[in-house]
């Protein structure tokens, strides 16, 4: 059976350039949003930018949690705990999900270069307290911008991939290789996301001062 990727706030950077890469790559995609129509809109929009049988619906973040196999949460900090606590109980168990979220202090009014102090260590951790048991959790793509995933080209980028659950880091590492250019790298423990969610505050400094968009991270040394 065809797995099903939801993108929870699909309609944003992160989020549509992901599915786009993935539908491209012919996963099945649903697009998630706070508003069913707007995720209608840019599923059709993905759609006629893929042409062809790709396979992108668009719903609200509820329905597309409810029906899919993989949710990636692409929503800004700010709103991933409530987010998570509307969806305690519609996650089949058995999904497996991915956190991209950064604590920016952006999202509360701050600066883009850091992240907020997060009670659990991370916004990875805080998503895994939220989500019930049987559903399982990764946190990967934090430092993969949309900048670099709104081509066609290669993103050129190590994608580190950090989970307490086997299943879940493979998943999310074989969905890491789909999208072109991005190697995933086994990146530890759920814990370890906490550096790996800082370094985005870096790449965004480093973006500002060189003056670019799509600064990203390639690791030597490894096999
Ligand atoms: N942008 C990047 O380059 C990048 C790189 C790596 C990781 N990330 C992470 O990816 C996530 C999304 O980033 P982004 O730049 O795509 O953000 P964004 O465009 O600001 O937001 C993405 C989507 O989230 C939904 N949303 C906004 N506020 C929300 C709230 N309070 N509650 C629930 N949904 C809300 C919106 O969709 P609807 O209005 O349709 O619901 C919006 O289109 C963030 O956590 C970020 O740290 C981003």
């Keep these: 059976m065809t797995r099903r990727i939801a993108i929870l706030g699909g ?25 069913g129509a707007r995720a209608a809109e840019t599923a059709k929009q993905l759609r006629e930018r893929i042409g062809g049988a790709a396979q992108i619906e668009g719903m609200d973040n509820a329905s597309a949690a409810a029906a899919c196999d993989v949710a990636v949460m692409t929503v800004p900090f700010s709103g991933a705990a409530a987010l998570l606590k509307q969806l305690k109980s519609v996650w089949k168990p058995g999904t497996i999900v991915i956190d991209t979220t950064v604590p920016l202090a952006a999202t509360v009014g701050g600066a883009a270069t850091r992240t907020l102090g997060v009670w659990q260590g991370s916004a990875a951790e805080q998503t895994k307290e ?62 370890n996301a906490r550096i790996v969610e800082s370094l985005t505050a870096l790449l965004i400094g480093l973006n500002m001062r060189y003056k670019v968009h799509g600064a990203g991270i390639r690791f030597t040394g490894l096999p």
Excluded: F, M
């Design 11 to 35: 309609t944003g950077a992160e989020g549509s350039g992901l599915a786009y890469r993935w539908a491209k790559a012919g996963e099945q995609v649903l697009i998630g949003s706070r508003d």
């Design 130 to 191: 939220l989500l019930p048991p049987g559903v399982s959790l990764a946190a990967a793509l934090q430092n993969l911008g949309a900048a670099s995933l709104a081509g066609d080209g290669p993103v050129e980028c190590d994608v580190l991939v950090c989970s307490d659950d086997e299943k879940a880091k493979q998943v999310a590492s074989e969905l890491v290789g789909k999208i072109l250019g991005a190697r995933a790298l086994n990146g530890g423990k759920l814990e």
